[in-house]
């Protein structure tokens, strides 16, 4: 399992940025179903769950609802 020290939004916001960058570039040479290019999408899907859920807590500690992801 990967694991990221991210500590703030902005942070998520640019390793979302960065990963979804790679993947797009992997996809490129390897095409779309390229197993690197697979395994950038599932670090990009576990970045982008992580977001979520910090989201989430961040929304509780203030008291507010986070709605879901479209």
């Known amino acids: 399992m990967l694991e990221w020290e991210v500590v703030d939004k902005n942070e998520y ?12 570039k992997i996809a490129q040479t390897d095409g779309l179903n390229g197993e690197l290019t697979i395994q950038a999408s599932q670090e990009l899907d ?6 979520h859920n910090y989201l989430v807590l961040q929304s509780k500690h203030r008291g507010r609802k986070v709605g879901t992801i479209a």
């Open 46 to 51: 576990h970045l982008l769950n992580a977001y």
């Open 13 to 24: 916001l640019m390793c979302i940025h960065e990963k979804r960058t790679e993947m797009i």
